[in-house]
Nanobody, 125 residues
Framework: EVQLVESGGGLVQAGGSLRLSCAASGFTSDDYAIGWFRQAPGKEREGVSCIRNSDGRTSYSGSVKGRFTISSDNRKNTVYLQMNSLKPEDTAVYYC??????????????????WGKGTLVTVSS
């Protein structure tokens, strides 16, 4: 079974940076996408960024485009989310999730098959 473990969350001041990691295991094929999602208190879970393993295609939400960068290291089976210029509104629990096999929309929040337990990111003003 696919397992996902997030790490790298913490407390950072506004304008600072953090890098989240998602260690993945258990895939039985190369046909998958891994996405980052976040959920702030009292809000719905939302997609942040996604990367498709087969061709490296990426996507970003409008609120993070230009500030966050998703990447993958296939040798380490790890997906990263580099977060720069953090804002207080980025405060949330960040989850990584996998969609396998991947078809249709890239990383829809309603269509992900496996989820990690999340890591908390707090951005102070």
């Amino acid at each position: 079974e696919v397992q996902l473990v997030e790490s790298g969350g913490g407390l950072v001041q506004a304008g600072g940076s953090l890098r989240l990691s998602c260690a993945a295991s258990g895939f039985t094929s190369d046909d998958y996408a891994i996405g980052w999602f976040r959920q702030a208190p009292g809000k719905e879970r939302e997609g942040v960024s996604c990367i498709r393993n087969s061709d490296g295609r990426t996507s970003y939400s409008g609120s993070v485009k230009g500030r966050f960068t998703i990447s993958s290291d296939n040798r380490k089976n790890t997906v990263y989310l580099q977060m720069n210029s953090l804002k207080p509104e980025d405060t949330a629990v960040y989850y990584c999730a996998a969609d396998t096999p991947q078809y249709g929309p890239l990383c829809p929040v309603w269509g992900m098959d496996y989820w990690g337990k999340g890591t908390l990111v707090t951005v102070s003003s």
